[in-house]
């Protein structure tokens, strides 16, 4: 019966998308129609709501203490806020189909270990030059499968939703999403395991109401539609979805038997039957933290926490939402100079430079009337930068001198949430796929130089034409796992020992192969393409192939955080700091990473920025005698000073004498 | 000798102020191998100037013998190179703040750009002063 009413929800889905799908393009385009809806009542008050609420479960129905059902987020929270509207802001429009990029953000990073994979994915629109972050669905990976694997680091929503996958496959429909229709079949799962709807408690539950722990626990047994329920204790959840086979029969007893049963607990209901959710309108910066933490990995470990410093704004106070930011429709602010938001409204001021100079436009006196644009938001201070000349605001980013762990002289080991779940209680020793990197200095669009997070792809993939097509994670464990025969880490079994990495990686291309029927397959890793090739003798070889694809290129995201105080960003000891062979911004390496025994060699910053080596010397030169050159021009100005005065009392004389000789003719 | 000397140190300063002028042309901050050429004769600049002052200051200290031109030509040069030369320095001391530095930036320009109508002053006075003594 459960079984059932999930595959109704999934119908629902259906015609719920129907009804909304006019809408949903209104929505997309313009989000400030959401905060203008009025069909939502609102308290406009400063002070917190108190949610005594009813509950509603998958089925839209009221939750008594005897419900069989989870409880919806959906259907409890989209009954007085706009569920659709939320949906689809920033954050939730991860796992949704054309989402827009602006500034390359952290991609989500398929790993497996044993096949050594690390593959950075994206549903965001990306930038031609970006070609070595795929589409999920160009690499055969169902909206089921992305939120299985990461569902634990999303907050739910979009493909998280069967619904919202199902209309991807409606034959016939206006908005079927190519790539997904015929390479991607919709998930037989989705029937047992149910939606990850946006989950708002995941942000907005009171710090340690939320049990991020039970959630991810949840999702990892595939009980998407019971995640909220246990990640609230609201019941206790029995049973995992991830136990009933594919090919199951929903109506049949035993996969009925098998599905998770909730079982209320009786003392959360008040006598009326609402129950109450401790919740805030403003997320606590913990709930951010459990998807945007990091941790800096060097000498092979995990570097103490305590050696860290944290943001220098949440020590002075701030909160991660002062200035990232949303309305209701949830498009939050990503704070980063030149953020165009959807609702229209300038964003500026809540960006480093916005709320610390002011707006471009107020600091040229074009709006000085403008209260709005000016700097000093929060009451931030306006730096001084004093003596640095104005030419590095248009070469460097904020955070390119304020922003991530002080740079050494190599870029290090990176851990993020995202990418590693930190939050989730593990045993992690550092080395763990996906290899990233940071600080890594190089130049956005913009030109100018911002702090950023690198890795380089690891997959296993054909060549088709000119490019690199990367195959699916699970097919290639299927594929090589009898050739490959990794137990448990790809790295430490083969990797490490070059003639095995050759023999093993050769029969696993072969198998590929064989069972892909591509012409040639190949293994990407740490920007090397390998690939077999033949002697003379006819004798076949694993060898790094001198073609250059760009889909085994360096992916890279700037980032932001932690920020650094005044005291602790570059240039405070002056030019030298950057401007000298050993400034780190220029002179800093980054040694391409990859489960592969083939060292690659060290990448300078300044190489990566594109600036010429010999233009790098004669500058640190010319600011090497920068002191004895201010003597210089100290001594220069006094002896023009001099001259100046030489003449300035050689005009008086002249003049006196002029005077005095007119004075005396006259006498 | 001293001829030589200074026929060679005005040559160099209005050479280089050429030059100067070149690498600020164009639109935007200067920036990469352009301010890299001017920071490197700006150098020559500091070193040429005060030398060319001191080597053609008793000439101009002559106020009767030479001819105007000339003389507003050098003390106009002087002049703009003495502000170009301390907005730099200035500049390059941890005093200003950017919107200061701003300032000096425009500053330094325009005296640099009217130094360029002051060396330009001083070659025709120069040229002149050379016609008048060879007759």
């Given at each position: 019966m459960l079984v059932l009413n999930n595959l109704c929800h999934v119908r629902?889905g259906?015609?719920?998308?129907?009804?909304?799908?006019?809408?949903?393009?209104?929505?997309?385009?313009?989000?400030?129609?959401?905060?203008?809806?009025?069909?939502?009542?609102?308290?406009?008050?400063?002070?917190?709501?108190?949610?005594?609420?009813?509950?509603?479960?998958t089925s839209?129905?009221?939750?008594?203490?005897?419900?069989t059902l989870p409880?919806?987020?959906?259907?409890?929270?989209?009954?007085?806020?706009?569920?659709?509207?939320?949906?689809?802001?920033?954050?939730?429009?991860?796992?949704?189909?054309?989402?827009?990029?602006?500034?390359?953000?952290?991609?989500?990073?398929?790993?497996?270990?044993?096949?050594?994979?690390?593959?950075?994915?994206?549903?965001?629109?990306?930038?031609?030059?970006?070609?070595?972050?795929?589409?999920?669905?160009?690499?055969?990976?169902s909206p089921w499968q992305?939120t299985s694997?990461?569902g634990?680091?999303?907050?739910?929503?979009?493909?998280g939703e069967a619904a919202?996958t199902s209309?991807?496959?409606?034959?016939?429909?206006?908005?079927?999403?190519?790539?997904?229709?015929?390479?991607?079949p919709l998930s037989p799962r989705w029937a047992f395991t149910g939606s990850l709807e946006?989950?708002?408690?995941?942000?907005?539950?009171?710090?340690?109401?939320?049990?991020?722990?039970?959630?991810?626990?949840q999702i990892s047994d595939e009980n998407f539609a019971w995640a909220?329920?246990?990640?609230?204790?609201?019941?206790?959840i029995d049973g995992k979805a991830s136990r009933i086979k594919d090919d199951a029969d929903a109506d049949d007893d035993k996969t009925i038997v098998a599905m998770p049963k909730v079982?209320?607990?009786?003392?959360?209901?008040?006598?009326?039957?609402?129950?109450?959710?401790?919740?805030?309108?403003?997320?606590?910066?913990?709930?951010?933290?459990?998807?945007?933490?990091?941790?800096?990995?060097?000498?092979?470990?995990?570097?103490?926490?305590?050696?860290?410093?944290?943001?220098?704004?949440?020590?002075?106070?701030?909160?991660?939402?002062?200035?990232?930011?949303?309305?209701?429709?949830?498009?939050?602010?990503?704070?980063?100079?030149?953020?165009?938001?959807?609702?229209?409204?300038?964003?500026?001021?809540?960006?480093?430079?916005?709320?610390?100079?002011?707006?471009?436009?107020?600091?040229?006196?074009?709006?000085?009337?403008?209260?709005?644009?000016?700097?000093?938001?929060?009451?931030?201070?306006?730096?001084?930068?004093?003596?640095?000349?104005?030419?590095?605001?248009?070469?460097?980013?904020?955070?390119?001198?304020?922003?991530?762990?002080?740079?050494?002289?190599?870029?290090?080991?990176?851990?993020?949430?995202?990418?590693?779940?930190?939050?989730?209680?593990?045993?992690?020793?550092?080395?763990?796929?996906?290899?990233?990197?940071?600080?890594?200095?190089?130049?956005?669009?913009?030109?100018?130089?911002?702090?950023?997070?690198?890795?380089?792809?690891?997959?296993?993939?054909?060549?088709?034409?000119?490019?690199?097509?990367?195959?699916?994670?699970?097919?290639?464990?299927?594929?090589?796992?009898?050739?490959?025969?990794?137990?448990?880490?790809?790295?430490?079994?083969?990797?490490?020992?070059?003639?095995?990495?050759?023999?093993?990686?050769?029969?696993?291309?072969?198998?590929?192969?064989?069972?892909?029927?591509?012409?040639?397959?190949?293994?990407?890793?740490?920007?090397?393409?390998?690939?077999?090739?033949?002697?003379?003798?006819?004798?076949?070889?694993?060898?790094?192939?001198?073609?250059?694809?760009?889909?085994?290129?360096?992916?890279?995201?700037?980032?932001?955080?932690?920020?650094?105080?005044?005291?602790?960003?570059?240039?405070?000891?002056?030019?030298?700091?950057?401007?000298?062979?050993?400034?780190?911004?220029?002179?800093?390496?980054?040694?391409?990473?990859?489960?592969?025994?083939?060292?690659?060699?060290?990448?300078?910053?300044?190489?990566?920025?594109?600036?010429?080596?010999?233009?790098?010397?004669?500058?640190?030169?010319?600011?090497?005698?920068?002191?004895?050159?201010?003597?210089?021009?100290?001594?220069?100005?006094?002896?023009?000073?001099?001259?100046?005065?030489?003449?300035?009392?050689?005009?008086?004389?002249?003049?006196?004498?002029?005077?005095?000789?007119?004075?005396?003719?006259?006498? | 000798?001293?001829?030589?000397?200074?026929?060679?140190?005005?040559?160099?300063?209005?050479?280089?102020?050429?030059?100067?002028?070149?690498?600020?042309?164009?639109?935007?901050?200067?920036?990469?191998?352009?301010?890299?050429?001017?920071?490197?004769?700006?150098?020559?600049?500091?070193?040429?100037?005060?030398?060319?002052?001191?080597?053609?200051?008793?000439?101009?200290?002559?106020?009767?013998?030479?001819?105007?031109?000339?003389?507003?030509?050098?003390?106009?040069?002087?002049?703009?190179?003495?502000?170009?030369?301390?907005?730099?320095?200035?500049?390059?001391?941890?005093?200003?703040?950017?919107?200061?530095?701003?300032?000096?930036?425009?500053?330094?320009?325009?005296?640099?750009?009217?130094?360029?109508?002051?060396?330009?002053?001083?070659?025709?006075?120069?040229?002149?002063?050379?016609?008048?003594?060879?007759?």
């Open positions: 629902l259906w015609l719920l998308w129907a009804a909304f799908a006019c809408c949903e393009t209104c929505l997309m385009a313009g989000s400030t129609i959401a905060a203008d809806s009025t069909r939502f009542a609102h308290s406009d008050s400063e002070s917190r709501y108190v949610h005594w609420i009813d509950l509603y479960d839209n129905r009221k939750i008594t203490p005897a419900s409880y919806s987020p959906q259907n409890t929270c989209g009954r007085c806020h706009d569920y659709e509207a939320i949906s689809h802001g920033w954050h939730f429009d991860a796992f949704a189909a054309e989402s827009k990029q602006g500034r390359p953000s952290e991609p989500w990073v398929w790993t497996d270990a044993r096949t050594g994979t690390q593959l950075p994915l994206s549903y965001r629109e990306q930038d031609a030059s970006r070609n070595s972050v795929f589409h999920p669905a160009k690499v055969a990976l992305m694997q990461f634990a680091r999303f907050p739910g929503g979009s493909f919202k209309r991807t496959l409606e034959p016939g429909a206006e908005t079927v999403i190519e790539p997904l229709t015929e390479d991607v946006v989950d708002c408690m995941v942000c907005h539950a009171s710090p340690g109401d939320y049990d991020f722990e039970t959630r991810r626990s909220p329920t246990a990640a609230m204790h609201l019941a206790s079982s209320y607990d009786e003392g959360r209901f008040a006598p009326d039957g609402k129950v109450f959710f401790d919740l805030v309108r403003q997320p606590d910066n913990n709930s951010c933290f459990q998807c945007h933490s990091s941790r800096q990995v060097s000498d092979g470990k995990i570097e103490a926490r305590w050696m860290h410093d944290e943001d220098v704004h949440l020590r002075a106070g701030m909160m991660c939402v002062d200035c990232h930011r949303n309305g209701i429709e949830h498009e939050t602010v990503r704070g980063y100079q030149g953020q165009s938001h959807p609702s229209g409204v300038s964003v500026e001021t809540l960006s480093c430079s916005g709320c610390h100079l002011g707006s471009e436009s107020s600091m040229s006196g074009a709006s000085s009337l403008d209260v709005a644009a000016r700097a000093g938001r929060l009451g931030s201070p306006r730096p001084q930068h004093a003596g640095l000349p104005p030419i590095h605001f248009e070469r460097l980013a904020c955070t390119a001198c304020h922003s991530g762990p002080a740079p050494r002289d190599e870029a290090i080991r990176m851990m993020t949430s995202l990418a590693h779940s930190l939050g989730a209680s593990d045993h992690r020793t550092g080395a763990e796929l996906p290899q990233i990197q940071g600080s890594v200095f190089v130049k956005l669009d913009d030109g100018r130089i911002y702090p950023q997070r690198v890795m380089w792809p690891a997959f296993w993939g054909t060549i088709e034409g000119d490019s690199i097509q990367p195959r699916s994670p699970a097919d290639v464990y299927d594929w090589t796992r009898k050739s490959l025969r990794v137990r448990k880490d790809f790295i430490e079994e083969i990797a490490n020992d070059k003639a095995k990495f050759d023999e093993k990686v050769l029969e696993a291309l072969s198998a590929i192969e064989n069972e892909s029927g591509a012409e040639r397959a190949v293994y990407v890793a740490a920007g090397q393409v390998h690939g077999k090739v033949k002697s003379e003798s006819g004798v076949e070889s694993l060898a790094v192939l001198a073609t250059s694809f760009s889909e085994s290129e360096m992916v890279a995201w700037p980032t932001a955080h932690n920020v650094r105080p005044a005291g602790w960003s570059l240039g405070v000891g002056g030019c030298v700091e950057c401007h000298s062979e050993g400034g780190k911004v220029f002179s800093s390496t980054v040694t391409p990473l990859g489960p592969s025994p083939n060292i690659s060699q060290p990448i300078a910053m300044a190489s990566l920025q594109g600036i010429d080596v010999n233009q790098r010397l004669l500058w640190n030169q010319l600011f090497a005698g920068r002191t004895n050159f201010k003597v210089m021009v100290a001594v220069s100005l006094a002896v023009l000073l001099a001259v100046l005065l030489a003449g300035l009392g050689s005009a008086a004389t002249i003049l006196t004498t002029r005077r005095s000789t007119r004075l005396e003719k006259r006498s | 000798m001293i001829g030589f000397v200074r026929t060679a140190l005005a040559i160099a300063v209005c050479g280089i102020v050429a030059v100067l002028l070149a690498t600020s042309l164009g639109g935007g901050p200067l920036h990469g191998k352009t301010l890299m050429v001017h920071m490197m004769v700006s150098g020559a600049m500091v070193f040429a100037l005060p030398l060319f002052a001191v080597v053609w200051l008793p000439r101009m200290l002559d106020f009767e013998s030479r001819i105007p031109i000339l003389r507003a030509g050098f003390w106009a040069l002087i002049c703009t190179g003495f502000v170009t030369i301390v907005t730099m320095f200035v500049s390059m001391l941890p005093i200003a703040g950017t919107d200061d530095l701003h300032r000096l930036i425009s500053v330094h320009g325009y005296a640099g750009f009217v130094s360029v109508g002051a060396a330009a002053l001083f070659v025709v006075g120069w040229v002149f002063s050379c016609k008048k003594s060879v007759r």
